[in-house]
């Protein structure tokens, strides 16, 4: 009994399971892209450190370009939108709305290690790739969100009247994801193995509270 062939695969496309692969592809380039920058990292780095050819990035994403459209869309948006709805959970008090903050930003560093790196090369330093596709989207997400709340608490006499609350969102973005982004320094400096992500995040809160006080 003859058994049956399978029809003959398209020329060009990947054998492999197409999500999976995709999926190896884009977490290859955003880790190169948060050690080694954007422009500095090529397709044919991101083909070799996956052991695939630059084709096959090519087939998935269009380019570079469309590489990056991917990481934004992919990876960036889907954090934002959780802070956004954490912080939109969080009640109305401002201190409340800055624990929801910090503690949202902690879990999204310890559960992509790229985040503070990418933000630094790519969003914070003039040049970043990122910064013009980014900003215009994220602002109503979660800075500007923050900042009509905190001046809601502040109107109601619930925050310090000697801050600003647009500055205060400033102060917490910096608070985040700097020392994530400073880590492999400090850390150093500072040897010891109780200063991890919880210790960070209790810090931080103390710090805020003392401020924020009316």
Not at 150 to 158: D, E, I, L, M, S
Request: proline share 8%; glycine share 10%.
């Amino acid at each position: 009994m003859n058994t049956p062939r399978k029809p003959p695969r398209a020329p060009g496309r990947p054998a492999a399971d197409a999500t999976v692969q995709r999926e190896l592809l884009l977490n290859t380039a955003v880790d190169l892209f948060s050690h080694q920058g954007i422009q500095a990292t090529s397709l044919r780095a991101i083909a070799e450190r996956a052991g695939v050819t630059p084709a096959l990035l090519n087939y998935y994403f269009g380019g570079k370009d469309g590489l990056v459209d991917a990481l934004v869309e992919e990876r960036f948006l889907p954090l934002l939108m959780r802070t956004a709805e954490g912080l939109q959970k969080a009640g109305d008090d401002p201190q409340e709305l800055a624990g929801a903050f910090v503690r949202e930003m902690s879990r999204n560093v310890a559960e992509q290690p790229w985040l503070p790196g990418l933000w630094v090369r790519e969003i914070l330093c003039e040049g970043g790739l990122l910064r013009e596709r980014l900003i215009g989207r994220a602002g109503p997400l979660v800075p500007l969100l923050l900042a009509q709340r905190f001046a809601a608490a502040q109107a109601r006499g619930a925050l310090n009247p000697g801050l600003d609350p647009r500055l205060l969102v400033v102060s917490l973005i910096g608070l985040t994801l700097l020392p994530y982004a400073a880590a492999p320094i400090w850390r150093g400096v500072f040897a010891n193995p109780q200063i991890g992500d919880d210790a960070l995040v209790a810090h931080t809160l103390a710090l805020l509270k003392g401020g924020m006080e009316p």
